[in-house]
């Protein structure tokens, strides 16, 4: 039993990740293949949507710090967004917001990589 | 009646393995909550034990479900809940974990670390004691008081 999902949008030339459910260290590899598989494909403009996302614990957070290097290295970023007050507490607990572009909504997230 | 008749000790005995974290998540809330945590706090609580049962079952178990450990709850006075982690697996004191640099870290493409650092800044109080000839497994201790 998963009580958590990834759905995937593709807008313009930017990946849009909407998770859903409770992110812990048992659901946290499902991200991971997720986000490796589309800077596989090509996709280094990702835009992860937290707004269905109930709970998260660091080995989900882990998750972005596998890959932000590298998609920036190649002119890309992970934006966040739409987070919970419960789960922005987590990534605010390690100083996050101070190495990622964490917004309010997506529409912000999606216009800072067209700006 | 007063908050401590409500539980005296409770035990969750899981295995490692990560499916156990969400059903340990909701022994730690309702526990939490019963002594009269706020919502807020009940989060923080739930955060520590998943924190410090990842790091269990991935390191120290290896993801051998054959092996079991413990999540002890007990109020103590009034005002203070204590949760205990018991294990079997080779003794390692979380608090020698450094403070993450997130900037190395994400240079370093690291993922692990964190949970540590959450623990010790939700909890009030965090104590590690390796297994010794008079008690037989690792336990960490774990304290949050009410106000």
């Known amino acids: ?8 949008k593709t807008n313009g030339s930017t990946e849009v990740f909407y998770l859903k459910g409770f992110l812990d260290a048992h659901t946290a590899p499902e991200l991971e293949s997720a986000i490796a598989n589309a800077i596989e494909a090509g ?7 937290f707004n269905d996302l109930e709970y998260i614990s660091s080995a ?11 998609v920036r290295a190649t002119g890309g970023d992970i934006k966040l967004t739409a987070m919970k007050q419960k789960v922005f507490t987590v990534f605010d607990l390690l100083g996050f917001p101070m190495l990622f572009d964490i917004t309010e909504k997506e529409e912000e997230a999606l216009a800072k990589f067209s700006a | 009646m007063s908050k401590t008749d ?12 990560t499916t156990e974290l969400e059903r340990i998540r909701q022994f ?24 410090a049962c990842s790091n269990l ?9 054959s ?21 079997n697996g080779t003794a390692f004191d979380p608090l020698t974990v450094p403070i ?48």
């Open chain 2, 100 to 147: 993450p640099d997130l900037n190395q870290y994400a240079a370093q493409h690291r993922k692990g670390g964190f949970g540590v650092h959450i623990i010790r800044m939700v909890m009030d109080a965090v104590e590690y004691f390796p297994a010794d000839p008079t008690h037989q497994m690792n336990r960490l201790k774990l304290v949050k008081k009410l106000s």
């Open chain 1, 43 to 49: 996709q280094h403009r990702l835009v992860v949507n």
């Open chain 2, 6 to 17: 409500s539980f005296t000790h409770e035990r969750l005995t899981a295995s490692g393995d």
């Open chain 2, 28 to 51: 730690v809330q309702d526990k939490a909550r019963e002594f009269g945590f706020s919502e807020q706090n009940i989060h923080k609580i739930a955060l520590a034990v998943d924190e």
């Open chain 2, 67 to 87: 092996k079991e450990f413990f999540v002890d709850i007990s109020p103590n006075d009034n005002d203070t809940l204590v949760i205990e982690i018991l294990d």
């Open chain 2, 57 to 65: 079952i991935r390191h120290a178990y290896q993801l051998d479900d």
């Open chain 1, 60 to 70: 989900g957070l882990g998750v972005f710090m596998v890959f932000i290097e590298e």
């Open chain 1, 1 to 8: 039993m998963s009580k958590f999902s990834i759905e995937q």
